[in-house]
């Protein structure tokens, strides 16, 4: 019954385990809207199957679990409509779809575990932050990486970020850091860690017992986390309340990691720096569903300005890597600016969620 091929994800019950498998690795598995909409209606009818006791996630190809959202297709889709084209749907209902299936995943019944072996980003995480487990390997790539492409780190990111320890949401927020599995196991990110050769064996061990027995006897010690010799640091430098706060204090700080850190943040778009910081403190007090629909208020004015067009452009589409964001600089992005990400569209178009 639940069994159903698209050419982009795969669904099979095998024994107690629905399995979810991504299918597009030229793409690194970039979640598209296809993808989320054959994805949620899968994890739906599983919630109520009695013969399913745990959901499985991974990603085909080798390289990523799940890249990111199709950000492409979403810009390509805003473009055409700027260009006096009607207004595509995809722009709006892409973030839509997504940030219901996030919290679908967060309130899911049953233990869901994320294989994140490779490319873990952006619309990846937060397939996988939300359910019970995350199974890190010796490929995994994890980051929050959209201040790059004048996006804010959402899916969720607002919910996530400020609940781990001391400053470091805000860091991997601002800056799109990139870990590894012992840093990931560290901070709680990762749940488990399993070399990669031993996954398939791990996916076939988990369509007959328990989640939480399987993974305790599969997991093994990713080594030494390198980020705790960072911690203070990032504690210190992303205390500040403001974006200017944070470059203050790592000038101040004068290593040759933070003048690297501080050089690369500048490279990101100013106004995701102040619209993600301000994300991330709200978000702390806000419950998945709270911060995930001030999170669509936000990404509805993010589509209506240029930096995300501009981001893409840069980094997917030329790869020239030079962005020019609108504003540049911090001190023209006005408070009145930030806090319009904030309100409510006029339109009067809010996530809502339904059981
Ligand atoms: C920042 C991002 C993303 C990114 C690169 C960034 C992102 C995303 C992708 C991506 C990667 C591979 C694909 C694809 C998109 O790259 O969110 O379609 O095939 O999805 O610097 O936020």
Redesign the pocket.
């Known amino acids: 019954m639940t069994d159903r091929s698209f050419d982009e994800i795969a669904f099979k019950r095998a024994g107690i385990a629905g399995q979810v498998v991504f299918t597009r690795p030229k793409?690194?598995n970039?979640?598209t809207l296809g993808m989320i909409q054959a994805l949620a209606p899968t994890l739906a009818d599983w919630a109520k199957d009695n013969a399913v006791r745990q959901i499985v996630q991974w990603g085909d190809g080798g390289k990523a679990f799940c890249?990111?959202?199709?950000?492409?297709a979403v810009c390509e889709a805003g473009l055409a409509a700027k260009k006096g084209g009607k207004a595509d749907p995809l722009i709006r209902d892409f973030f839509f779809e997504e940030y219901r299936l996030n919290r679908q995943i967060a309130r899911f019944p049953k233990p869901i575990v994320s294989i994140i072996d490779g490319i873990t980003?952006?619309?990846g995480v937060g397939l996988s932050i939300h359910g019970r487990y995350r199974v890190a390997t010796e490929r995994t790539l994890f980051a929050m990486?959209?201040s790059?492409?004048g996006?804010f780190p959402d899916v969720g990111g607002g919910y996530f970020l400020p609940r781990l320890k001391g400053r470091m949401g805000a860091f991997l927020g601002l800056t799109?850091e990139r870990l590894k599995a012992a840093d990931l196991v560290h901070l709680g990110i990762a749940t488990h860690y399993v070399d990669s050769v031993r996954v398939p064996d791990l996916i076939k061990a988990l369509e007959t017992e328990a989640a939480d027995v399987v993974l305790a006897r599969f997991h093994s010690d990713p080594g030494a986390a390198p980020i705790v010799a960072r911690e203070a640091i990032i504690d210190r430098c992303f205390a500040p309340v403001s974006v200017e706060g944070i470059f203050a204090a790592l000038d101040k700080e004068g290593q040759e990691w933070t003048v690297k850190l501080a050089d690369r943040l500048r490279k990101m778009s100013p106004t995701s720096l102040k619209v993600s910081l301000l994300q991330i403190e709200k978000g702390a007090a806000l419950s998945i569903e709270d911060a995930l629909r001030m999170e669509f208020r936000m990404v509805r004015r993010a589509m209506e300005g240029d930096d995300f067009y501009e981001?893409i452009r840069a980094?997917?589409i030329d790869k020239d890597h030079a962005p020019k964001w609108k504003p540049a600089t911090l001190a023209e992005v006005s408070d009145a600016a930030v806090q319009r990400y904030f309100a409510p569209m006029p339109d009067g178009d809010e996530l809502v969620f339904v059981d």
């Open positions: 793409a690194l970039a979640l890249a990111g959202g199709d950000v492409r980003m952006g619309g990486p959209e790059a492409i996006l799109g981001g980094v997917l």
